[in-house]
């Protein structure tokens, strides 16, 4: 089965700092990849995803992130956080037509 | 809009007590899913519908899972004769496509099942 590592358990930043979350996944072939967040007492949702095309994917809140097919990564960045980045990230794949596969998660502490 | 709701937010069940969860997700999502998120763990797949029918049920942990979405709209999670090892966030998700991850799943607050 599809597996997804999230290198970074625990992230903890200066306002300003740039920012950069591993996200790794194990069987290769076409992949649908997505960043979901989930603020503190808020649902999961969406940050950016990749179907195919461009694979420099620009999301909501100045993130993106970049599909590097031959390193099977999906690695989340943003060039200065923000203390309301605050939040749980997860990575998750899937092949299309199958299901999602989540990694563990990154917790994100912005220290203003 | 309405996002998906569940409920109940929180349940406390004893052990071998039955549960039942409810989600009700957005009007007009063909695909709904379920996921088991364990505590400092990322949600794990339970089961998809598209519609009514269970498409994938493959991620459901033993045969006291159970789930079904009779009408295509609400879907009920049921968890017979309860074990400790069941207590996690239940998430429920739903999506416009018909294909798995062809299009964004939006999320639910999620039900906190302790089992006792």
Request: aromatic share 14%.
């Amino acid at each position: 089965a599809q597996s997804v590592s999230q290198h970074n358990h625990h992230v903890i930043l200066s306002e300003a700092a740039s920012l950069e979350l591993g996200c790794n996944y194990s069987y290769g072939g076409t992949v649908n990849l997505f960043w979901y967040v989930q603020y503190p007492g808020q649902h999961l949702q969406l940050l950016l995803k990749y179907f195919s095309g461009d694979p420099l994917v620009k999301g909501i809140k100045g993130f993106e992130a970049e599909f590097i097919k031959s390193k099977f990564s999906f690695n989340l960045r943003k060039p200065s956080v923000q203390w309301s980045d605050t939040a749980e990230y997860f990575c998750a794949v899937n092949h299309p037509g199958n299901q999602f596969y989540f990694g563990t998660g990154t917790s994100l502490t912005v220290i203003p | 809009g309405a996002g998906v709701s569940q409920s109940p937010r929180y349940k406390v069940a004893k052990r071998g007590q039955d549960v039942a969860l409810r989600c009700d997700p957005i009007s007009g999502h063909v695909s709904l899913f379920w996921y088991q998120q364990a505590l400092g763990q990322g949600p794990e797949f339970l089961t998809y519908f598209q519609n009514e029918a269970q498409l994938d049920k493959s991620g459901l942990p033993s045969d006291r899972f159970f789930a079904e979405r009779p009408e295509g709209s609400v879907s009920t999670l049921k968890i017979q004769r309860t074990q400790q090892e069941d207590s996690a966030v239940y998430l429920c998700a739903s999506s416009l496509a018909t294909v798995q991850g062809a299009d964004t799943q939006y999320f639910g607050p999620g039900t906190r099942l302790t089992v006792l």
